[in-house]
């Protein structure tokens, strides 16, 4: 159960995943995974959308499927839907900092 009738799996922290039914403009349903940590879930989920031969759009599948793969990016130290709180510790050195692409720096030039 869920907080609304179309939250299939429901999350304390943002959402879960939710199953959009079919209305008069759109004959599909809508997959959407709004909490990451259902990403395994979700992919489950499409499966089985996929057997019954149920059509459905899932506009999120290729970012789950990214974060499945470790090729999806998160922000370090800046909010973000998937952002990383990097500490400058020893610890996170060893473990996180060879991870991290960071941005350009911008120096300010003046004239």
Partial sequence: MGSHPYDIVFSWHKHGIHLYYPYEHN???????????????????????????VAF????????????SREKYWTVNDYDELHFDYIPSKEYKDKYLKHIKWDELKIVKFL
Avoid: Q
């Fill in 27 to 53: 004959p599909n349903y809508f997959l959407r995974a709004t909490n990451y940590a259902y990403a395994k879930d979700f992919i489950k989920m499409a499966e089985n959308l996929i057997n019954e031969w």
């Fill in 57 to 68: 759009v899932a506009d999120d599948l290729e970012d789950v499927l990214n974060f499945l």
